[in-house]
């Protein structure tokens, strides 16, 4: 789980499009995965989460889809808003209450 | 209810010197997780702390080091900083950990000069 020399993807949209932000995991006995939304001067905001016995929860405007045969997430935002313009982060819960994270992705949102 | 509350929000210090950051959980909540975050690395876990007792540890030195009270209140300490310290320190808390949901503080941002 660890990334060196971050370079995060960014994903634009346009306010009122769908955004989907996609994460690959590494550890396949990982059974329980969190997204998170991080704005410039905060801590990690909680999104949404899943366990490996689903492959679809959907919550408030998001959805997490998660295929554990290519060990994939994904967070779908339906009708972005300028509000949604942060850093998401994916992350696997290991043993121990460990929490493995994503290297990030930055989603601009244009008005 | 409160959210995660850490302190102090920002912290300048010397090399060589060392530092205490304080985490309270939220409510009812006992487990308190801690993660270092720059931006070469990312968001690196530090250690887990439940019930007073470490449940687990990241891949850091024996500088860092941290402990939790019977409250669940967690304090971390690094010693004899260095400058690639510096960076933003979160603290997590879950209720029970293992699976459960995990919320973060707003974090210390430690800048070692």
């Known amino acids: 789980g660890e990334s060196v020399g971050l370079h995060l993807p960014t994903l634009s949209v346009q306010e009122g499009d769908n955004s989907i932000i996609n994460c690959a995991y590494s550890?396949?006995?990982?059974?329980?995965f969190i997204w998170y939304k991080q704005e410039s001067g905060k801590g990690p905001q909680f999104i949404i989460d899943?366990?490996?016995?689903?492959d679809k929860r959907q919550g408030q405007r998001v959805t997490v889809l998660l295929n554990k045969t290519v060990k994939h997430l994904s967070l779908q935002i339906a009708a972005t808003q300028p509000g949604d313009s942060a850093v998401y982060f994916c992350?696997?819960?290991?043993?121990?209450?460990?929490?493995?994270f994503g290297a990030g992705t930055i989603l601009r949102v244009k008005s | 209810k409160a959210g995660v509350t850490q302190t102090p929000r920002y912290l300048i210090k010397t090399r060589g010197q060392q530092v205490t950051l304080s985490c309270s959980p939220i409510?009812?909540?006992?487990?308190v997780s801690w993660y270092q975050q720059t931006p070469g690395q990312g968001l690196q876990f530090l250690f887990e702390?439940?019930?007073?007792?470490?449940?687990n540890k990241g891949n850091f030195p024996g500088r860092f080091s941290g402990r939790q009270f019977s409250n669940s209140r967690s304090e971390m300490n690094v010693s004899t900083l260095e400058l690639g310290d510096s960076a933003l320190y979160l603290c997590?808390?879950?209720?029970?950990?293992?699976?459960?949901?995990?919320?973060f503080g707003q974090g210390t941002r430690l800048t070692v000069v």
């Open positions: 997590a808390s879950s209720l029970l950990g293992q699976g459960t949901e995990a919320f």
């Open positions: 550890n396949s006995a990982s059974d329980y």
């Open positions: 899943i366990r490996s016995n689903m």
């Open positions: 992350a696997e819960m290991e043993y121990g209450n460990k929490l493995v």
């Open positions: 409510s009812g909540h006992r487990s």
């Open positions: 702390y439940f019930s007073e007792t470490q449940r």
